[in-house]
Each structure stands twice: as structure tokens, then as C-alpha cells.
């Protein structure tokens, strides 16, 4: 699904004015990133561009590199200005930055073009002045932000909530504001950072950033609800999308996260169910979040679940976080793995029954003569004490595999 780099919210007036006063002050490019190094603001040329910033300037935004590299620096975190190195590969000139703070909220960035990393006095103190006006003027427009944004999440919310009462007054109240369009099939996506991930305002501006640009497309209208640690992103469609679109909505949310913050905060995305009719959400959003809990447990799905693909792996992620572990599996299974040659066996089974049973399929895709297949299901019967021509057995034996899969390294439960 061809989506574009989301760009920033273009600056008001008032703020590019003050960007185009300090460059001519200074005769050096000039320009205000938001907290993401995405450019609100910026000034006319005066001879010191570089590739990056003509390619912010053409695409709203630098690349996905450059922004890494700035953000690397760890410039959201400065309590003063401060120089970043240039980087030739990049396109990067060395910049001067100003943190734009206000009541301790960051604002933005104020960057200055400055090629010989050096600044006179009347320079510095010309940028402190400037940055002080800059930030006060984006504090207002901050709050406005807030408050629509805030506004909306109530609005997620209640829609997704458990509450009926609730969820039926904020389909009206929707559709009164123009926020929920006609459209018939919904479909909600949770995106879940791990604990305890450090700067809040930081990871919710990130998590605004990558959800925005799926918020109004050609097909799609939804809604957003970011919290500290959890984002919501409700869309009513036009048509239910297919794997391949919800996967490609998936890789870009991660992509974009993955460059706004740092790799401890790892990211996951659970993608509910297509659903006809917006009083479907909720149940579009349980299953997201068992989708999500899917693609925090199994490595092979790289940070994205959709409940549809899930299977009967979507019944057993719905079992309570205590209980799942690996004392769910059978004890047959068990033995299995502690047997001699128990992986190798164990490796036979799955593929066995993944192969519904087939005995041509199953020693084709092990690459070993039937005869040697018939040996080792033998000694699976064996240990295990099951039948594999029983369906029950065989039913028990899956389900512990799957279970395995779910559960993580050294999580064995009661014993």
C-alpha cells in the first residue's frame, strides 16, 4: 500500500516569520524540526545547503538515515545547544541546535546550517533570543494540538471500550462531528511499546508520527488514540484489506518507529479482524491485542500479528499471561524432548503432522527414505506412549508444539 513518509505539520505563519528574520540576521539556512527531525519551518538558502537538506526540503522531511543519525546524538535529551557533527555519506554539513522548550515540554529543534562548527557572541546570543520567541510562539499552538488530540483518543477509546452505553454515544457523537465516515468494514491495529520506555513524550510523538499517515488515505478513515506506552489506530474502509495490505501497513508503522526511537522501546503491532459495521470495533480491537500479544511471543511473525493469520494460536494466546507457559504442554511431549535424539523427534513430529499425516510429504520435506521416517514415528509412539493414527493423540501432540512455540526460553510454570 504505497503510503508516503508522513511529514510534519507545517508551521504557522508567526513561526516562519521568526525562522526568515534569525537566517537573514545570520546569513545562514535556517530551519525548525519537530521532536522527530521532521522540518516544520525553514529559510531560503544563503550557499550552505547540503543533500539532506534539499531532500527534506522536496520531501517534507529528511531520509529515514538522516534522522537516525541527528536523533543518535541524542539531541531530544540536551538541556542546551549544542553542535552535531557532519556526516559526508550522508549529505550532512555540521549543524548547530537549540532544544525549543517550554514548561518543560519539547517543542522542537532549532537548527542552524553552520559548515565551520564555529559561532561568534552577537551569533549565539541572536539564536537564544530567537529560539526563547520561537518556543513560546510553538507552546500555544502545542496546547491547541493537544487538546484536538486528546479529543480524539476519548473518542477511540470509548468507541473500543468495554462499556456499551459508552460506545453507542461515541458512535453518535462521531458521526455528529464528521469524524467517522459512511464506510462499512472496520478494522483496529494496536502498536505496543515495550515497559518502561523511557522519554513518554518522546515515544507518543513517535507513535503519532507512524499511525498519522494511515489515518485519512484514499480508502480508509480512522481515528488515533496514543498513550504512554500503547497506540490505537481505529479505520473504517471502504472494502475489508487483504494480508498483503494490512502486512505492508504493519512493516511501514515499524519502519517509522523504529527510526524515531530508540531499539529498546521494540515495537510490536497486533491487527484485528475485519469486521462489517463500526459497533465491530471492540471486537476488532480484542483481537488486536491477542494479535499483538502473538507478535511479542513468536520471533517468526518479526514484530506483527494479524489475528486472521493467527489460527488456532489466536485460542491459545487468549489464555491468562500466568498460566501460558510450559507446563501447558503434555506431558507425552515432554518425554519426547528429554529422550535421546529427542529434538531430532521431536523435529519428525511437527513436520509429520504439519503434513497432515502424509508419509510421502512428510519424508520429502525431512529428505530421508520412508523406512527411516516409519523407524522414528515408531519411536515417537514409543516414548510418548499415543497413537499417531488416533486424532485425539495427534490433536494433543500439535497443541503442544504450538504451545512451545508461544512460550519463552526458560518460562516454565509450576511444574
Known amino acids: 500500500m504505497p503510503v508516503r513518509l508522513q511529514r510534519a505539520r507545517p508551521g504557522s505563519p508567526e513561526l516562519q516569520a521568526l525562522v526568515d528574520e534569525l537566517a537573514e540576521r545570520l546569513r545562514r539556512s535556517v530551519a525548525v524540526d519537530d521532536p522527530l527531525v521532521r522540518m516544520v519551518c525553514t529559510s531560503r538558502h544563503f550557499g550552505d545547503e547540503d543533500r539532506v537538506r534539499i531532500g527534506a526540503l522536496l520531501q517534507g522531511r529528511a531520509d529515514n538515515a538522516a534522522i537516525r543519525h541527528v536523533l543518535a546524538q541524542g ?67 502545542h496546547i491547541a494540538a493537544d487538546a484536538r488530540k486528546s479529543d480524539e483518543r476519548d473518542l477511540a477509546l470509548a468507541l473500543v471500550g468495554s462499556d456499551v452505553a459508552a460506545r453507542s454515544a461515541a458512535r453518535r457523537h462521531g458521526k455528529e462531528l464528521g469524524l467517522l465516515g459512511a464506510a462499512e468494514h472496520v478494522l483496529v491495529t494496536v502498536v505496543q511499546l515495550s515497559c518502561g520506555t523511557a522519554l513518554v513524550r518522546q515515544s507518543e510523538a513517535a507513535l503519532w508520527a507512524a499511525l498519522e499517515g494511515f489515518r485519512q488515505t484514499r480508502s480508509a478513515q480512522g481515528l488515533i488514540a496514543i498513550g504512554k506506552e500503547r497506540a490505537v489506530l481505529l479505520q473504517l474502509r471502504d472494502r475489508p484489506p487483504g494480508p498483503d495490505e494490512v502486512a505492508a501497513q504493519s512493516a511501514r508503522i515499524l519502519d517509522e518507529l523504529r527510526t524515531f526511537l530508540d531499539p529498546s522501546a521494540d515495537p510490536v503491532i497486533g491487527v484485528g479482524g475485519r469486521h462489517t459495521g463500526l459497533d465491530a470495533a471492540r471486537t476488532s480491537y480484542e483481537q488486536a491485542l491477542v494479535a499483538a500479544r502473538a507478535a511479542r511471543r513468536l520471533p517468526s511473525l518479526r514484530s506483527a500479528g494479524d489475528w486472521e493469520l493467527l489460527g488456532e494460536l489466536a485460542v491459545l494466546l487468549q489464555l491468562p499471561e500466568h498460566a501460558l507457559n510450559a507446563s501447558l504442554a503434555p506431558k507425552p511431549l515432554r518425554t519426547l524432548r528429554e529422550a535421546p535424539g529427542g529434538d531430532r523427534l521431536t523435529d519428525t513430529l511437527r513436520c509429520f503432522l504439519e503434513h497432515a499425516g502424509s508419509i510421502p510429504r512428510t519424508a520429502d520435506a525431512l529428505g530421508i527414505h520412508r523406512t527411516s521416517l516409519y523407524y522414528r514415528l515408531r519411536q515417537i509412539q514409543e516414548i510418548t506412549g499415543l497413537d499417531l493414527d488416533d486424532g485425539a493423540h495427534r490433536l494433543t501432540l500439535h497443541l503442544g508444539l504450538r504451545i512451545e512455540e508461544l512460550v519463552a526460553p526458560g518460562d516454565e510454570g509450576a511444574a
Do not use: C, N
Open 75 to 141: 539531541v531530544t535529551q540536551w538541556s542546551r545547544p549544542g553542535f552535531i557533527d557532519g556526516r559526508d555519506d550522508l549529505g550532512l554539513l555540521p549543524r548547530y541546535v537549540v532544544p525549543l522548550r517550554e514548561r518543560g515540554h519539547l517543542l522542537g529543534l532549532l537548527v542552524v546550517v553552520v559548515p565551520e562548527k564555529t559561532l561568534g557572541e552577537a551569533e549565539t546570543a541572536a539564536i537564544a533570543r530567537a529560539a526563547d520567541a520561537m518556543a513560546a510562539q510553538m507552546y500555544g499552538e
